[in-house]
């Protein structure tokens, strides 16, 4: 089974603080995603990574940024926190089969409040 | 823009009855859909998918119908049981600037009555 593990179920901390949010995956995927869920917006990806060292911007990235320096890690952080990045995140993994298809795993999610 | 939509927040359905989940999208570029399930203070779980070259496809107690004309998707859950109240994710696949990205629906919340 995929084992995909965010450092933290929750978090709490101050704005203007640099927040990290780490996320392992065990299945050597080459894919990683960072998503945030909010009430009535569904899932919203904020970056993914296609490979060791690369990102690519989601949908929402302004705010964040991303570290992968190697494939079972992917890191995203919250450059300066603000009160609207309060947040569920949401971490997932896939294989790169070409344009195989494959399904993303996810992580339990971090549920991070910002004071 | 939501490119992907559930319109309906939340479903309430009899234990053994089906439930039928709707989602409808607005980009022809979509190809492979996705159906994921999600518990509280859990991951969403990923349950079945289906390819834009399809129209139905079947696993066990799920399934999901495709309405490429329509760009409409539907789940079926057959019958229905406790364990399957949740909320229900539906997700499209589309290739961008080549790399394969998923967009999500906002979710239905399904809660099957004893």
């Known amino acids: 089974d995929v084992k995909v593990t965010q450092s933290s179920r929750y978090l709490v901390k101050r704005t203007g603080e640099k927040v990290f949010l780490e996320c392992v995956q065990d299945?050597?995927?080459?894919?990683m995603f960072w998503y945030r869920q909010d009430p009535g917006l569904g899932l919203r990806l904020i970056y993914f990574s296609y490979d060791v060292k690369m990102k690519e911007k989601g949908d929402i990235p302004e705010g964040y940024s991303v570290s992968r320096e190697k494939k079972e890690r992917f890191s995203l952080i919250l450059e300066s926190a603000s009160t609207n990045q309060t947040s569920m995140y949401l971490c997932?993994?896939?294989?790169?089969?070409?344009?195989?298809?494959?399904?993303?795993?996810f992580g339990d999610g971090t549920r991070l409040s910002i004071l | 823009d939501q490119q992907v939509k559930q319109n309906s927040p939340s479903l309430s359905v009899q234990e053994g009855r089906i439930s039928i989940l709707n989602c409808d999208y607005t980009n022809s570029m979509f190809d492979y859909f996705l159906w994921y399930k999600k518990y509280p203070a859990e991951g969403p779980t990923f349950l079945i998918s289906i390819s834009s070259i399809k129209d139905k496809n079947e696993d066990g107690r799920f399934t999901v119908f495709l309405n490429k004309s329509a760009k409409h998707l539907s789940l079926h859950i057959v019958p229905s049981q406790p364990g399957d109240s949740a909320v229900y994710f539906c997700?499209?696949?589309?290739?961008?600037?080549?790399?394969?990205?998923?967009?999500f629906g906002t979710g239905t919340r399904l809660t099957i009555i004893p």
């Open positions: 299945m050597d995927h080459e894919n």
């Open positions: 997932a993994s896939s294989l790169s089969l070409g344009r195989g298809n494959q399904p993303q795993h």
């Open positions: 997700a499209a696949s589309a290739w961008d600037r080549g790399n394969e990205k998923l967009t």
